[in-house]
């Protein structure tokens, strides 16, 4: 059976102190609570807390990811992060190709797909994030869109790799808006996207995916959210800077 999946996307956000007191204050909620075997919870702050928050890791019952890698192996790309060094640092997961990355740094497809084999190279799972803008669904084409970029940033690899990674669907109408896609919208995306790596894989690979809703998520939609069959869990943005947030979209699956 395939997980249940919560990650909380920090973004940009938080000092110090700040992510301080967030993981502290995430991992005394999360002991008092007896999680499911099937559910992982992860947490994807800033670079510069990704130590922190795995030595708070360590002692919890969450795992570190990070928000975005280089595409390249090594060298002299100043301001850049490997995934050598983040296999390095233990990390487990990292998003890739978020909507904000794809739109405010130009982020395409290929690039995409070139970090998700880096990262894949260094043992690291990949958070894939795909979505339409609201043009797009608004003229009918969000399930092409959404096609293209699950084909070409995933399709290159062999089953065996694709089995490591997680897809997150994020309508970016639905991105820290408020607004959150219907229940339909996203069974029907989710659907969409498990039917395109069943063609492709096969259905006992697609059914081990897990896809994750994403955009304006909160403890009082999670669960209806995370009651549709192919919505594995969620990619969590504002609603995971607050622990209390977080915990009762976590809840969901308790
Ligand atoms: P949001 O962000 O929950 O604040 O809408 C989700 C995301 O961008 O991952």
Redesign the pocket.
Known sequence: MRKHIVAG?W?MNMTFSEADDLLNDLMEKLEKEELPRDVQVIVCPPFPYLEMASDYANDSYFAVGAQNVSDQEKGAYTGEVSAAMLESCELDYCIVG???RRGYYHETNALVAAKVDRLLMHNIRPIV?VGEVLAERESGQQLDVVRKQVEEGLFHLTAEQMKNIII?Y?PVW????GKTATTEQAQEMHAHIRSLLTAKYGKELADEISILY????KPTNAKELFACPDVDGG?????SLKADDFMGIIKAFI
């Open positions: 996307n973004k978020h909507s904000e994030c997150a994020e639905a991105i820290g808006t994403g955009g304006s998520c990619l969590i943005g504002g609603a």
